[in-house]
């Protein structure tokens, strides 16, 4: 049987909790993700700003053109679903999420114009017909699903003909050699901080993808030097605002720095080489156009 993501009560309270108190909003702004750094110097960046810049670089990446139905799974408080609606304003984007708080805290910052809706739902059980959105696209959520096929599958059975997969997603190193004990003792500490079930690796996906043969142009790259400057900047920013952290109280102080301990597991993965940041596009074959 399926494991369901939705069902997961731990990661559900997680997100629920992280949404209310509001810090990953205050510090992350909508886009609670990694920043992409060009030239690799965060210190000199926009922290914001870099968030935006990862979006950027990944619909260059895919050559995304034109969009009419866009479903974003995994969408946090809506921050890579309004993107996409200002890039294609013609096109209609539904974000998912299994969080009723991030679902509420979406809508709320969603203008009015946009073509844009959020629902709960279950990523690996997807409420929606097949072959119905020409982008099906993941940031950053592939590391929380308990199940990496059925997620990939689920994505898949939802993409039109035609369409385009886009996935980033937080990955370990490529294996051979395995995973020494230290380098699962680090993970182990990012999961359980961050309720994440585990993490597999960029070469994993890419075989995952080629299970399914109505795929083509299955593309993967290793993002990690430009993204991984993310985590010491934004140990950089909550120093600077401390201030308004300690305001918020003891509860929301003990889980910031059960965060801190995370960031630099997360810090020394990188550097180490252990943790990756993968990308992956496919398109799906459209049967009136083979190939």
């Given at each position: ?6 069902g997961?009560n ?5 997100y629920?909790?992280w ?9 992350w702004?909508?886009h ?21 810049e ?18 974003d799974v995994g969408?946090g ?5 309004r993107?996409?609606a ?6 209609e984007v539904t974000?998912?999420?299994?969080s ?15 073509k ?11 409420p929606?017909p ?5 982008l099906?696209w993941?940031?950053?959520s592939?590391?929380?699903?308990p ?5 990939l ?12 997969l886009?996935i ?10 395995a ?18 079930p ?7 996906y ?10 083509i142009?299955?593309r ?7 993204v ?7 140990i ?5 605002d401390?201030?308004?952290?300690l ?7 003990r ?10 597991h ?14 992956i596009?496919?398109r799906?074959?459209?049967?009136k156009?083979?190939?």
């Amino acid at each position: 049987m399926t494991q369901s993501y939705l069902g997961s009560n731990s990661i559900t309270q997680a997100y629920d909790a992280w949404t209310q108190d509001g810090v990953l909003e205050h510090f992350w702004g909508e886009h609670i993700h990694h920043g992409y750094y060009p030239d690799h110097r965060w210190w000199q960046q926009d922290f914001k700003r870099a968030k935006i810049e990862l979006l950027d670089q990944l619909t260059r990446w895919t050559k995304l053109k034109t969009i009419h139905d866009a479903l974003d799974v995994g969408c946090g408080i809506g921050g890579s679903a309004r993107y996409l609606a200002e890039r294609w304003p013609n096109a209609e984007v539904t974000g998912v999420t299994l969080s009723p708080a991030q679902m509420n805290r979406a809508t709320e910052l969603t203008p009015s114009h946009m073509k844009v809706s959020f629902k709960v739902a279950d990523a690996l059980e997807l409420p929606f017909p097949d072959s119905t959105f020409d982008l099906v696209w993941s940031c950053e959520s592939g590391e929380h699903m308990p199940d990496k096929e059925v997620f990939l599958r689920e994505m898949v059975r939802v993409l039109r003909p035609g369409g385009h997969l886009v996935i980033a997603t937080w990955c370990h190193r490529s294996e051979p050699p395995a995973l020494s004990a230290a380098e699962q003792h680090r993970l182990q500490r990012i999961y359980h901080a961050w309720a994440l079930p585990f993490f597999v690796s960029i070469p994993q996906y890419e075989t995952m993808a080629n299970a399914h043969p109505e795929l083509i142009e299955i593309r993967t790259s290793d993002w990690t030097t430009h993204v991984r400057g993310t985590w010491p900047h934004q140990i950089w920013m909550g120093l600077g605002d401390l201030p308004w952290l300690l305001r918020q109280g003891w509860a929301v102080v003990r889980r910031s720095l059960r965060d801190v301990v995370a960031i630099w597991h997360m810090i020394r993965g990188y550097q180490q080489g252990s943790i990756r940041y993968g990308v992956i596009h496919a398109r799906k074959r459209d049967t009136k156009c083979p190939g």
